[in-house]
T-cell receptor
Framework: NAGVTQTPKFQVLKTGQSMTLQCAQD?????MSWYRQDPGMGLRLIHY???????DQGEVPNGYNVSRSTTEDFPLRLLSAAPSQTSVYFC?????????????FGSGTRLTVV | QKEVEQDPGPLSVPEGAIVSLNCTYS??????FMWYRQYSRKGPELLMY??SSGNKEDGRFTAQVDKSSKYISLFIRDSQPSDSATYLC???????????WGLGTSLAVNP
């Protein structure tokens, strides 16, 4: 089925550990992005990419790295996990010209940092 | 003043009721107005969007944009238990990649 696939669905990390959240889409979307969703804070943009080889920071980029080597994949790396990074992470993709009205979201990764 | 205000609810209604969900905003540059629906433990999915102003209808759902009052609404007619979800408004000025999101309104439709 076409869509955005995120792995893993759940993860528990210890403080200081690193990990990569995977995101893949099969819709040939140019634009991909990572959000975190926290109670009372809503959706906040971490990083985004408008195409392979191009990435940029969102509102809350500190502690996270991204790269975009292919159109399909956009992994999010946590460099040294902190309890403040406990959250639900969503990957979203769209065509380049969709200004928010064509976003497809993945089902999310629930991350707990202890 | 926050750029977007959305009452988080929760809103609880009986099946068949008409539901009205609202967001206010302060940025007059917004051109794209979206409503996303998010079921528990799922990602948001686009429900409706409007470019510029006016109304848009899709089945039981109607989206309204009032740019003069900086106010958008989503109406759900003949609400169903399957409409129970969190509804997020989102805005974009059309000149960059930044979406501005509301915090979401939690809706429960009781059978």
């Amino acid at each position: 089925n076409a869509g955005v696939t995120q792995t893993p669905k759940f993860q528990v990390l210890k403080t200081g550990q690193s990990m990569t959240l995977q995101c893949a889409q099969d819709m040939n979307h140019e634009y991909m992005s990572w959000y975190r969703q926290d109670p009372g804070m809503g959706l906040r943009l971490i990083h985004y990419s408008v195409g392979a080889g191009i990435t940029d920071q969102g509102e809350v980029p500190n502690g996270y790295n991204v790269s975009r080597s292919t159109t399909e994949d956009f992994p999010l790396r946590l460099l040294s996990a902190a309890p403040s990074q406990t959250s639900v992470y969503f990957c979203a993709s769209s065509y380049r010209q969709a200004y928010g009205h064509g976003y497809t979201f993945g089902s999310g990764t629930r991350l707990t940092v202890v | 003043q926050k750029e977007v205000e959305q009452d988080p609810g929760p809103l609880s209604v009986p099946e068949g009721a008409i539901v009205s969900l609202n967001c206010t905003y302060s940025n007059s540059a917004f051109q794209y107005f979206m409503w996303y629906r998010q079921y528990s433990r799922k990602g948001p999915e686009l429900l409706m969007y409007t470019y510029s102003s006016g109304n848009k209808e899709d089945g039981r759902f109607t989206a309204q944009v009032d740019k003069s009052s900086k106010y958008i609404s989503l109406f759900i007619r003949d609400s169903q238990p399957s409409d129970s979800a969190t509804y997020l408004c989102a805005f974009n000025a059309g000149n960059n990649r930044k979406l501005i999101w509301g915090l979401g309104t939690s809706l429960a439709v009781n059978p």
